[in-house]
């Protein structure tokens, strides 16, 4: 099955800098990497996604990259401010079975200081 | 739109105890996912259903686990005979059919079973 994992586990930025998050995907068959972003008290919420016909995908301040060959991939969040606070989820679906299952990387608890 | 709504938002029982937990999904998703989320951790897989059957139940931990899904729109996932390691976040999810990897959560029931 698919391995995911994540890291930093933590991150501490000042506002308006910049936070990378990188995750590392074990199974090559994968093609859809989504990040989650989960607030305190709440469910985790899609904020981007990408597929591995791409190399990178931008939002506004949050961008996704792909490295396929690496098997690994980033979640950058650019002038930070304090409601980017939160934990970062990064995700890969698993190959075997109904392959509906997203594997989940252990998470990125980030705080961005005022 | 409405999102994704789960009730209770938190329950609390008593070990041994049967407990029912409910999830609405998006109006017009036809997958349905039931996630748990230990603290610190990211959400891992239990089931999932296309429209009213168990496509993938894979996930779930042992046969005191149970999910149904009727009419193929809201799920009930069931414990019978709560340990106390069921405490957990439990979380729902859907999709549309044709992205069923594109998954939008609920906001979660606490589950903690003293």
């Known amino acids: 099955g698919e391995n995911v994992e994540q890291h930093p586990s933590t991150l501490s930025v000042q506002e308006g800098d910049s936070a990378v998050i990188k995750c590392t995907y074990s199974d090559s068959a994968s093609n859809y990497f989504p990040w989650y972003k989960q607030e305190l008290g709440k469910g985790p919420q899609l904020i981007i996604d990408?597929?591995?016909?791409?190399g990178e995908k931008k939002d506004q301040r949050i961008a996704v990259t792909l490295n396929k060959t690496a098997k690994h991939f980033s979640l950058h969040i650019t002038e930070t401010q304090p409601e980017d606070s939160a934990v970062y989820f990064c995700?890969?679906?698993?190959?075997?079975?109904?392959?509906?299952?997203?594997?989940f990387g252990s998470g990125t608890q980030l705080t961005v200081l005022p | 739109g409405a999102g994704v709504s789960q009730t209770p938002s938190n329950k609390v029982t008593e070990k041994g105890k049967y407990v029912e937990l409910r999830c609405d999904p998006i109006s017009g998703h036809t997958a349905l996912y039931w996630y748990r989320q230990s603290l610190g951790q990211g959400p891992e897989f239990l089931i999932y259903?296309?429209?009213?059957?168990?496509?993938?139940d894979s996930g779930l931990p042992n046969d005191r686990f149970f999910a149904v899904r009727p009419e193929g729109s809201v799920s009930t996932l069931k414990i019978q005979r709560t340990e106390r390691g069921d405490s957990a976040v439990y979380l729902c999810a859907s999709s549309l059919m044709g992205q069923p990897l594109e998954q939008f959560f609920g906001p979660g029931t606490r589950l903690t079973v003293l």
């Open positions: 995700a890969a679906p698993i190959s075997s079975g109904s392959a509906r299952q997203l594997t």
């Open positions: 259903f296309q429209g009213t059957g168990a496509a993938d």
């Open positions: 990408i597929r591995s016909n791409v």
